[in-house]
């Protein structure tokens, strides 16, 4: 089992940054590919970035590309999600996953979710 609980979120200024992060404990192998979703009031959960915890391959999704890095730290078993020059629609509840597939893009890729922090950017 994995459990994962994610901390960070918060309200934020268009154009401001938070850091969003992920600890994770229980049986995370090496192989696992770790991600963050969001998903916003009416809307599906969408991916946004991902990592895999043996030599960081990162990807992102258009819509972040270039304003959100992630990032991990195998010593705190933890994955951050740093986002920067944040737009109003980038509102929604956040959710890290981890995956034991090769290849994880959807939601139904992933085995084990966290419970989900809330960002939410005013205008």
């Known amino acids: 089992q994995v459990q994962l609980v994610e901390s960070g979120g918060g309200l934020v200024q268009a154009g401001g940054s938070l850091r969003l992060s992920c600890a994770a404990s229980?049986?995370?192998?090496?192989?696992?590919?770790m991600g963050w979703f969001r998903q916003a009031p009416g809307k599906e959960r969408e991916f946004a970035a991902s990592?895999?915890?043996?030599?960081?391959?990162?990807y992102y999704a258009d819509s972040v590309k270039g304003r959100f890095t992630i990032s991990r730290d195998n010593a705190k078993n933890t994955v951050y999600l740093e986002m920067n020059s944040l737009k109003p629609e980038d509102t929604a509840a956040y959710y890290c996953?981890?995956?034991?597939?090769?290849?994880?893009?959807?939601?139904?890729?992933?085995?084990?979710w966290g419970q989900g922090t809330q960002v939410t950017v005013s205008s």
């Open positions: 996953a981890a995956s034991s597939r090769l290849a994880a893009l959807e939601p139904e890729d992933y085995d084990y």
């Open positions: 229980g049986r995370i192998f090496s192989s696992y590919v």
């Open positions: 990592v895999r915890w043996k030599g960081g391959s990162t």
